[in-house]
């Protein structure tokens, strides 16, 4: 097992390289890479977070949640990282958790057009992460085959809204239904990885930064810091053993590869990349 995976990854390896020399002899550098965060939405109040556990643990314990997008710039093609929570209808009430303004008003104030947009990556199909991703109709749906397999049951389950990708899964848009790890621009630079457990397809994101470093986005692999670092299991997580693993590697990984860890709800972490308009690099 452990030969035929080291086999894999090698394998996995030369083809990165060998894509990275590439695109270097095309354009004699690699294509320059950033990562910025979107706002996705707000949490006014310190929220309680005892229903993230399904270990009592926390008795008393209150987070600041938020919710987090991110815009990718590899070179000239750009993936949208989630797209959290609706944007307010105009002329209506805003819900409480609706972002001040929308990912599109937020990418024009970056001199971006939606249709500039190549890649919409969805962690997972939970409404605070796919809120605005109808906004993106010409973007390539990126997301878990477990959770793409999720949202076209004849069934859904009631926490899936299988109506914001009804663009995708009516075959009007692109769609690649991601199983395993997706090496997105085909140079290891930017990777989703497989984590699944809190949803059946839950994807992370990892994305190699020149300046900055290793970055590794959690998606909801994890919600806040304490519940990271305990491995603690969400009440509604889909799959207790899958999470425990997916944690697993998770770490490892940002260990091995000396990442800054991103936990997207957890306002502590919006810090660790510069305030939005500008960009790591
Ligand atoms: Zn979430």
Redesign the pocket.
């Known amino acids: 097992m452990h030969r035929m995976g080291s086999k894999i990854g090698a394998a996995l390896l030369a083809s990165s390289i060998m894509a990275a020399a590439a695109a270097s002899a095309q354009t004699g550098a690699p294509p320059e890479l950033t990562l910025t965060r979107l706002d996705c939405g707000k949490t006014t109040t310190l929220n309680d977070v005892s229903g993230f556990t399904d270990v009592a643990a926390f008795k008393g314990l209150s987070v600041q949640l938020t919710f987090s997008c991110y815009l990718v710039k590899h070179g000239k093609d750009y993936l949208v990282w989630d797209t959290g929570n609706p944007a307010a209808a105009a002329g209506s009430t805003p819900a409480p958790t609706a972002p001040k303004s929308s990912l599109v008003e937020q990418l024009a104030l970056l001199h971006l057009k939606p249709e500039q947009i190549g890649f919409v990556a969805i962690s997972h199909y ?1 409404g ?2 796919i809120g605005q991703v109808a906004s993106f109709p010409e973007a390539t749906l990126l997301i878990g085959k477990g959770d793409w397999d999720a949202l076209n049951d004849p069934k859904p389950n009631p926490m899936i809204k299988p109506a914001n990708f009804e663009h995708w899964i009516s075959g009007g848009g692109k769609v690649d239904p991601v199983s395993g790890d997706k090496d997105v621009f085909g140079d290891g630079s930017v990777i989703m990885l497989n984590t699944p457990g809190h949803t059946p397809g839950h994807h992370s994101l990892l994305v190699k930064l020149k300046e900055k470093g290793n970055v590794l986005i959690t998606g ?1 692999l994890s919600h806040f810091q304490e519940n990271y670092d305990s491995n603690g299991v969400p009440t509604f997580n889909t799959n207790r053993a899958d999470t425990l693993a997916s944690l697993d590697r998770f770490k490892q990984l940002a260990t091995n590869l000396h990442a800054t860890v991103i936990i997207q ?1 957890d306002a502590r972490d919006i810090g660790k990349l510069p305030p939005f308009p500008a960009a790591a690099k």
């Open positions: 939970h605070d992460h909801d709800h």
